[in-house]
């Protein structure tokens, strides 16, 4: 018997869950609808065609309305099904067919297209965004004309693998009880990852495949949690993952029950457990899933939402998290756009981790940055002290001192322009860049605060970049060399008297967060599901166990020393 | 037929969610309505012709309204633009 070697692919992690099963894909949508012509007597015929597939496809898209997710995504799909109804483009497509005698197919490729051709021409940000809206409402509407429909032949318990998946398509998979979904494209915003976060479906996004040959019936593990793929997975990987799934499961419910309980150990110690966010829509999960506060708010989907680029949008954007996390402070850090989150018209870098981002890339457009950190000041009026500022991507001191004095500046024309604001705004440094850690003791001279950004630091520690397939085995944020840096800068902070957060991927791992505890370090923020399992184990353990937990792991030489010394850590 | 100039007020122009609040607003009308900007006319119960018309804020157009119930079109539909296209929930 031919023995198939795991294979690992790398995407980002969309929505959280272990999903295995075996492979099945979406066979990609259109292709290039060909002129054909028809006879006088098949017209009505093919207007017909043309009727039921606007009808069913309308029923599919008021389907979808239904289904409890966000208030965005009910306004993107109200716009579809404007568009399907839209009364031009039914008569264009019926002129087609009565008067030039083209196919049902044609007509609708001809018809949309003409508009897609509008809108770049209109060359306006925000319609790149709606062109894709539109070329798959045309594909949708050309398949549901086909008398026989792309058969969903996809069973229960399969991992679905698609270049991209349609709102209609993503529907029709979740009654089917999916074991996960992994896209070739897709952003965070994407309707799919949307609905597989709402529905519970693992998910990863951008991960590709091509190079693998892969086929319908494949074994296979995905962790959206990770963004990990593993194709053809060795038994111990499958079992293992099996347990992983299954204890996910028992203790996320269970964990669920302790978001409410206090935050100290057995013994007293406290400790506080804070959010990652991007989204408003995640905003509700700070009091179900025990958040104080936030304590790293992405802005760089502001960014990329060209539209809402403006000062007030800004400022409302804030406000509303502000408003949210109650009494508890919100760390805002500024954009940081760059590497693989590029820009758009920014110029392609062969190194784009190690290139033009966060802070390099705001001091080089200080209107951009002087704009955020004006709406930052405008809203620190309204919740004095709560709001923080965090520069992220620093790698030197001077990076640091530009940012400060580009906010006296913001301070002195909203002073003049009589605004009030917070002149006590915090403004802390991303410790993610070794040479930071490195000398964290002149640098905390010159900030309030630290926040170590666990995943940037361990790709510039160790040299790995955890999209490279090949080395992604190498990524590994529990190597000695990262605890040691996170050491360094905690002993430099308690010198100089700032404190420290951890705000990467590590803090979500409950066996982590208690190393860090143990290190003293007892502010952490992770993604919102991680909190109450992170909290279950904190809350169980007393302080002295994870004192020794972090000295025996900060004495450890070896990788595979450390993993069995927080094994134990991993669940309560 | 009735008519009446105005401006585009949001920050961000009649892109796609402006352009669904006014064809849902317009569509509750039976007046056909149609929209003249820069000697380009589209139908404005056509959200694919709205949004290729890609007005910017500050963008100024001309609401044309014929049929039985053209007045109150026009009202409702110059309210949207006055509002800003927010969602009337």
Not at chain 1, 197 to 218: E, F, H, M, T
Not at chain 1, 374 to 389: C, Q
Request: hydrophobic share 40%.
């Amino acid at each position: 018997m031919k023995e198939y070697q795991p294979k690992i692919l790398s995407g980002k992690p969309a929505a959280q869950g272990i999903g295995i099963g075996t492979v099945w894909i979406l066979p990609d949508e259109n292709k290039a609808i060909r002129p054909e012509k028809i006879k006088k007597n098949e017209i009505e015929k093919h207007i017909k065609k043309f009727e039921s597939a606007r009808e069913y496809l309308t029923i599919e898209y008021e389907k979808i309305k239904n289904i409890p997710a966000d208030y965005e995504l009910a306004e993107i799909i109200d716009a579809q099904i404007q568009t399907l109804n839209d009364p031009e483009v039914k008569l264009s497509i019926e002129k087609k067919i009565r008067v030039d005698y083209y196919t049902v197919e044609y007509a609708i490729f001809s018809t949309f297209n003409e508009y897609i051709q509008l809108l770049q021409a209109a060359n306006a940000k925000w319609a790149n965004e709606r062109m894709i809206d539109v070329v798959s409402i045309r594909d949708e509407m050309i398949e549901a004309t086909w008398e026989k429909k792309k058969d969903f032949d996809v069973k229960e318990g399969q991992v679905v693998f698609a270049t991209d998946i349609s709102p209609t398509n993503m529907v029709k998979l979740s009654h089917i009880k999916i074991s996960g979904i992994v896209m070739k494209k897709g952003g965070f915003t994407s309707h799919a990852v949307i609905l597989s976060q709402s529905l519970g479906i693992p998910c990863v996004i951008n991960a590709n495949w091509d190079r693998l040959s892969l086929k319908k019936g494949y074994d296979v593990i995905i962790d959206g949690s990770t963004g990990q793929v593993i194709l053809w997975p060795s038994w111990k990987q499958s079992e293992e993952y099996r347990k992983r799934r299954l204890d996910g499961l028992v203790r996320y419910e269970k964990a669920l029950e302790w978001a409410q309980k206090a935050n100290r150990t057995t013994c007293g110690y406290p400790f506080v457990l804070r959010a990652n966010v991007e989204f408003l829509e995640e905003l509700p999960r700070l009091e179900s899933h025990g958040a104080k506060g936030i304590g790293l708010l992405r802005t760089e989907t502001l960014l990329f939402e060209a539209e809402e680029f403006d000062v007030n949008q800004q400022v409302n954007f804030y406000r509303n998290v502000a408003k949210a996390s109650k009494n508890e402070s919100v760390t805002i850090r500024l954009f940081d756009a760059g590497g693989d989150k590029i820009l758009e018209n920014s110029d392609f870098e062969s190194n784009p981790f190690l290139g033009w981002r966060g802070v390099r890339m705001l001091l080089d457009k200080k209107d951009l940055l002087k704009n955020q950190l004006e709406a930052i000041y405008r809203v620190s009026g309204e919740f004095p002290g709560k709001l923080k500022i965090l520069i992220p991507m620093v790698s030197r001191l001077e990076e640091i001192l530009a940012v400060k004095k580009l906010c006296k500046t913001v301070q002195r024309v909203l002073s003049k322009k009589s605004v009030h604001f917070d002149e006590g705004v915090k403004i802390g440094v991303m410790v993610e860049v070794p040479s930071i850690a490195l000398t964290a003791g002149r640098i905390a001279k010159h900030c309030d605060f630290f926040s170590i950004g666990t995943n940037d630091l361990t790709q510039y520690t160790l040299a790995v970049d955890r999209g490279n397939e090949r080395i992604s085995y190498l990524f590994d944020s529990f190597h000695p060399a990262i605890w040691k840096l996170i050491k360094m800068t905690k002993d430099a902070a308690d010198r100089h008297g700032i404190p420290v957060a951890i705000c990467g991927e590590m803090a979500s791992k409950p066996e982590a967060a208690a190393c860090f505890l143990g290190m003293g370090i007892n502010d952490l923020s992770m993604n919102t599901a991680s909190l109450p399992a992170v909290k279950s184990v904190l809350c169980s353990h007393a302080r002295n166990e994870m004192e020794k937990l972090s000295a025996d792991v900060l004495k450890s030489e070896a990788l595979k020393e450390i993993h069995e010394l927080l094994e134990p850590w991993r669940a309560i | 037929m009735v008519s009446q100039k105005v401006t585009v007020k949001n920050e961000a122009g009649l892109h796609a969610r402006p352009a669904s609040v006014l064809v849902k607003t317009a569509s509750r009308f039976k007046s056909e309505f149609y929209i003249r900007m820069y000697g380009y006319e589209v139908n404005g119960k056509s959200i694919l012709g709205v949004m290729t018309l890609a007005a910017e804020s500050g963008a100024e157009m001309e609401l044309i309204l014929e049929g039985p119930d053209e007045e109150a079109a026009l009202e409702a539909i110059v309210k949207v633009f006055e509002n800003k296209f927010k969602n009337e929930l």
